[in-house]
């Protein structure tokens, strides 16, 4: 539920293909899906080793056992002892800042003793609460090949990327590195922008005109970049 420093403490479950998910997040997911599938997503928080652990870590955090004392009673409710002991210790040692999951931790746990709509509704408020209040940074890696184009920005010529349209949006990369002439040395920029060739065809529900950001993008390496973001929480996404 949350990342920081190292530690994470997280109820998670294992799907059938082998890939973890938050239990809460995919119960939200199911809650935006309507009656039915709500509840199908109260099924799958009160599965017994999803409350097991609610229970767990209420009672490391707020009662009288030690995170050590629990994972001896309980061995099953962290594969990793380590990683459990030091985040539950972190929780105690920083109850104050950590009251938003502390806060859902109890909401899941009153959820466990009740496994009704409203307390399965609770927990999914209070995890919105707190995604409304974060920022998520993620990367990702790619390879692009470049080729000189001579008559490239009025005869100054770049490095522009080669692509050919991709993907129902016909979507062709148009990057390119330009040189900064204003330099005594030999320093390039990097600008990033992919344009679409079939604006009416669709993706995700939506025109590829409207759906995919064309707008250019300019790495250079004498101007910082500094954004202004309303982030209580930053979280890391391999997404």
Known sequence: ?????GWAVELR??????EEE???????????????????????????QTCQSARALVDATKGPLSAEELLDQNPSLAPDRDQFIKGVTELRVRYGEHSDEIATIEALNDFCRTKDEEGFLN??????????RSCRVSSHGFKQTFSWVESFGSGKGAWVVVSQPQGPCGT?????????????FKFWRYVAR?????????????????ALDQNEYVYDWKTSRNSRLG?????FSPL
């Open 231 to 235: 982030c209580e929480f930053v979280e």
């Open 1 to 5: 539920m949350h990342q920081d420093g």
């Open 22 to 48: 938050s239990e809460t997040r995919r119960s939200r997911r199911q809650a935006q899906r309507g009656p039915k599938a709500i509840s199908i997503g109260i099924k799958g928080m009160a599965k017994p």
């Open 123 to 132: 927990v999914i408020r209070r995890e919105h609460e707190r995604d409304v």
């Open 194 to 210: 992919k344009a679409v060739t079939n604006p009416e065809g669709m993706i995700l529900d939506q025109k590829c005109a409207s």
């Open 13 to 18: 479950l294992h799907s059938d293909d082998g």
């Open 172 to 184: 062709v990369e148009l990057s390119r590195f330009e040189s900064d002439e204003g330099s005594t």
